[in-house]
Antibody
Framework: QVQLVQSGAEVKKPGASVKVSCKAS????????MHWVRQAPGQGLEWMGI????????SYAQKFQGRVTMTRDTSTSTVYMELSSLRSEDTAVYYC?????????WGQGTLVTVSS | DIQMTQSPSTLSASVGDRVTITCRAS??????LAWYQQKPGKAPKLLIY???SLESGVPSRFSGSGSGTEFTLTISSLQPDDFATYYC?????????FGGGTKVEIK
């Protein structure tokens, strides 16, 4: 079955970076775009960006430009999201989600806590 | 960026009620709108795509309508499993935006 499995929870200090992984299975990895969406505690959903696993091209939300990098490894069917210069406001659950216009398959989420 | 405004932010309803949630876009998005349901501690679940297409496996009591800037999600007869938060999401030019969410609570 189609599945996205994300890496485990992280605790980071302000100013550090975090890299979250999302391993895809059950479908052809390069056939579907992947998005990253985050959700701060008690808040709504916030789109961060998109990566095309086929060629690696990316597009990021303006809010995260310069701080986020999305990459992929086709040999392991895994996409990565790295967020740098972390601050307390980046504490959130980070999701990968498959799709282009709409997001039909989601990972289980990765909690990233930023705290000194 | 296109802004998505959902209303109401909270809705109290009873089992069996017909429920309607509205989502407005700051500019026309044609029919590039999706609806999601999210329960606490879980990832969102796609309900409706392209404004009115029902995702496979989603009960037929869920329906979507609208185009341009105004969209609605309707639950024809609210069931106990439907108490959750609902989000709309637009797609435009390689960018997504979500609405602020509507929490459907038990009356």
């Amino acid at each position: 079955q189609v599945q996205l499995v994300q890496s485990g929870a992280e605790v980071k200090k302000p100013g550090a970076s975090v890299k979250v992984s999302c391993k895809a299975s059950g479908y052809t990895f390069t056939s579907y775009y992947m998005h990253w969406v985050r959700q701060a505690p008690g808040q709504g959903l916030e789109w961060m960006g998109i990566i095309n696993p086929s060629g690696g091209s990316t597009s990021y939300a303006q809010k995260f430009q310069g701080r986020v990098t999305m990459t992929r490894d086709t040999s392991t069917s895994t996409v990565y999201m790295e967020l740098s210069s972390l601050r307390s406001e980046d504490t959130a659950v980070y999701y990968c989600a498959r799709g282009y216009y709409e997001l039909a398959v989601w990972g289980q989420g990765t909690l990233v806590t930023v705290s000194s | 960026d296109i802004q998505m405004t959902q209303s109401p932010s909270t809705l109290s309803a009873s089992v069996g009620d017909r429920v309607t949630i509205t989502c407005r876009a700051s500019q026309s998005i044609s029919s590039w709108l999706a609806w999601y349901q999210q329960k606490p501690g879980k990832a969102p679940k796609l309900l409706i795509y392209k404004a009115s297409s029902l995702e496979s496996g989603v009960p037929s009591r869920f329906s979507g309508s609208g185009s341009g800037t105004e969209f609605t999600l309707t639950i024809s007869s609210l069931q106990p499993d439907d108490f959750a938060t609902y989000y709309c999401q637009q797609y435009n030019s390689y960018s997504l935006t979500f609405g602020g969410g509507t929490k459907v609570e038990i009356k």
